[in-house]
């Protein structure tokens, strides 16, 4: 009964010893046939050279399978006359990519950087026979990787703005080296772009490219473990990001940080293209004093293409000064172009250095102009503001720069208009007047008060072509006076001898002693036919009637008795738009109630008046 017992233990024993040494599964001598080994485990095998009773066993395979990517190392340690060479073996089964063929009894292989997939080790019998043990040492690399294939930009991932993601570079599986991931950012306004990279091991070149995943708009590749980008100056769009492993291995990091731009808080861009006159944004329509605000970019960059420039559109509808002036970032410095109203004559342009900028005109007519805002140096944000302020009186009716475009003149009416305002190429040096005398005057007098900017000249003629008096003192003020005045019509100039701005202009043949720019009754061109009720009213002998157009009229002012007989015609005649001002005399008429009647366009209004006497 021992004896069985004995031989039992003994049987047992060879059994337990048996499946040590050849843990291996026989046949396992091709790739397809590979015995499993696990990660960071070790297993055993044997090798033998042909003898009379064995058949040559020569090479096992064993095959890993690698979730991650990582490092691999396998190591064989055999028994005393055993050598052992050994390859790691991509997953076709065929291509070699490391062996190792020391002599002796130990042998290893490492490779730093497979990507995850199966790979096989062949353990090939070099010389000897005998058992050995392998095992093997898998280290993930840090950093979760990114998801392949991302080799070009069609495949690029999304790197999201102001986050970070990761991935691995130089990686090697599958007959290939994964040399370059692509990633994208979609910039969503006009900003700045900041990608970097940091490393464990690899080292990187970082490239950005354009919208078109073709060309390179900024590039990279320092020496070291950190790298990095910076596009200041980018439009909205779809750029691409190139992380090129150039030299060893390892996971890395990536970090994009976007900032827009802004001045004072404000993001608002002006809308492209606005590169030509043609294409202006409408900045501000000024119909008197008045200031505007806005903002806009320049400097910014997308698709081979600069924005350089912005246009915008100022539409004055009077005669008045404007100023323009825009405040940008330090990054960016903006010089300032006014062009005419054709687009392309530059009439006034600043160009100083520094973040403001401004640049004014003191005498454009009423038009639509351009302001070109040009990037010198930089880019950045910009607020633009523009200032308009008008002259102190209404303007006078133009054309009027010859004596056959005259406007017609009352006397003892003040009138106010405009010198030295310019506007597609042409200034306004000359007003011209017209004034009919019924009867003789002693005296005529011809007195102008103008603003402080101006200063103008006073010619008298008694014909289109014949000066017959003149006054051109320096100064605001301006009087000409014409003896023994015979009746007939005389034509009043007013030119500009400096300057530019308003004025004011009355007829008289008493001496005109008031200044005549205080008349802000007649100073805005009126918007509606008017007459007023006389001053004074009763009246003896004589009263005045004012009254306004809106427009260029024929005017008739007539008086009425109570019957409804027409007495007398006080104007009938084409007149300017403008404010009006008539004396009626009542020495012929005697005291009672009488009407006035004024018809001027579609207009018609009759007011009651009273002579006493």
């Known amino acids: 009964m021992k004896y069985f017992k004995n031989i039992f233990l003994l049987v ?81 089964g065929s291509s070699v990519i490391k062996y190792a063929y020391r002599t002796g009894v130990k042998e290893s292989v490492y490779h730093a950087a497979l990507k995850a997939g199966i790979y096989f080790v062949r353990a090939y019998r070099a010389t000897g026979t005998g058992s050995y043990t392998i095992l093997s040492r898998f ?152 200031t505007t605000t806005n903002y806009g970019h320049l400097g910014f960059y997308s698709g081979g293409y600069t924005d350089y420039e912005d246009w915008w559109a100022v539409t004055v509808s009077t005669d008045g000064k404007l100023s323009v002036k825009t405040e940008s970032n330090p990054t960016l410095e903006v010089d300032l172009y006014i062009y005419d109203v054709n687009g392309t004559s530059v009439i006034k342009s600043a160009y100083a250095y520094g973040v403001n900028e401004q640049i004014t005109f003191d005498n454009l007519a009423s038009g639509k102009y351009y302001v070109r ?94 000066i017959i008096a003149s006054a051109y003192a320096y100064g605001t003020r301006e009087i000409i006076k014409y003896a023994n005045a015979p009746a007939g019509t005389y034509y009043i100039r007013a030119y500009r001898s400096s300057g530019q701005g308003s004025y004011a202009i009355k007829i008289t043949n008493k001496y005109p002693g008031s200044v005549l720019s205080d008349v802000r009754e007649i100073d805005l061109l009126p918007t509606k036919y008017n007459i007023s009720q006389n001053y004074p009213n009763p009246f003896n002998p004589s009263t005045k009637i004012r009254y306004s157009l809106p427009q260029a009229s024929h005017v008739k002012l007539a008086l009425y008795d109570v019957l409804g007989v027409q007495i007398f015609t006080l104007i009938d005649s084409e007149q300017p738009v403008g404010n009006y001002e008539i004396e009626l005399n009542g020495n012929n008429l005697a005291s009672g109630v009488y009407f006035v009647r004024m018809n001027a366009g579609n207009y018609s209004v009759t007011k009651k008046i009273m002579l006493m006497k």
């Open 373 to 466: 805002t040009y990037r010198s140096t930089g880019y950045g944000s910009y607020k633009i503001t523009a200032e308009y302020s008008v002259p102190s009186m209404g303007n006078d009716s133009e054309p009027n720069d010859d004596a056959a475009k005259a406007i017609p003149i009352i006397p003892d009416t003040k009138m106010t208009g405009h010198l030295g305002y310019y506007s597609n190429g042409y200034t306004d040096y000359d007003d011209y007047y017209i004034v009919n005398l019924p009867t003789k005057w002693d005296s005529l007098y011809v007195r102008t008060d103008s603003d402080a900017s101006l200063e103008l000249d006073l010619y008298l003629f008694n014909s289109p072509t014949t």
């Open 12 to 92: 047992l024993l060879s059994l337990l010893i048996t499946n040590i040494i050849f843990a291996e599964t026989e046949p396992n001598n091709t790739y397809l046939q590979a015995s499993t080994l696990g990660l960071n485990t070790s297993d055993i095998g044997a090798l033998n050279e042909q003898t009379q009773t064995l058949a040559a066993d020569n090479e096992d395979w064993w095959k890993l399978t690698l979730l991650f990517d990582g490092s691999l190392y396998i190591e064989t340690n055999s028994s005393s006359g055993l050598d052992i060479d050994l390859f790691i073996i991509d997953s076709n």
């Open 139 to 290: 280290t993930a690399t840090l950093y979760t990787n990114d998801s392949e294939p991302n080799d070009t930009y069609q495949q690029a991932m999304n790197l999201n703005l102001n986050s970070e993601a990761t991935g691995h570079i130089r990686h090697y599986g599958n007959l290939t080296t994964d040399n370059e991931d692509w990633w994208k950012v979609i910039i969503p306004a006009d900003g700045s772009i900041r990608v970097t990279t940091e490393s464990d091991s690899a080292e990187i070149d970082l490239y950005m490219y354009d919208i078109n995943g073709t060309s390179v708009i900024v590039s990279a590749y320092k020496a070291g473990l950190r790298e990095e980008i910076v596009h200041n100056n980018l439009m909205p769009g779809t750029y691409f990001i190139r992380v090129y492993g150039y030299a060893s291995h390892g996971g890395y990091k990536i970090t994009s940080v976007y900032t827009q731009t802004a001045i004072n808080g404000v993001f608002t861009n002006d809308t492209e293209k606005n590169d030509s006159y043609s294409s202006a944004i409408n900045l501000v329509t000024f119909n008197g004093i008045g």
